[in-house]
């Protein structure tokens, strides 16, 4: 069975760290490319980050020099780590799997809610 599980969401205040897990089940995590997507309310999901199978990343203009995107082929899971966190960065964090080659193949995750606030 095909899984993709996002955790680590929570309540931060602003200026805090989280680190956002997304473990994969039922495939192969090194033939994927992983990013991060997110939706606040009222708005559009948007690309918060992405990481291709063979290493190589891309952000979104509104998290560039604050969220760092890794992956662990051999533990089959993605993460993001979010620093120096803003109240606009609170949204539900959806975490997408792609194959490299078949773009076919594509899994979401149901979503961590993530809350910036004092």
């Known amino acids: 069975q095909v899984q993709v599980v996002e955790s680590g969401g929570g309540l931060v205040l602003p200026g805090g760290s989280l680190r956002l897990s997304c473990a994969a089940s039922g495939f192969t995590l090194r033939d994927y490319a992983m990013s991060w997507y997110r939706q606040a309310p009222g708005k559009e999901r948007e690309l918060v980050a992405a990481i291709a199978n063979f290493g190589s990343t891309r952000y979104g203009e509104a998290v560039k020099g604050r969220f760092i995107i890794s992956r662990d082929n051999a533990a089959n899971t993605a993460y993001l780590r979010m620093n120096s966190l803003k109240p606009e960065d609170t949204a539900v964090y959806y975490c997408?799997?792609?194959?490299?080659?078949?773009?076919?193949?594509?899994?979401w995750g149901q979503g961590t809610q993530v809350t910036v606030s004092s």
């Open positions: 997408n799997a792609r194959h490299w080659a078949n773009a076919g193949y594509e899994y």
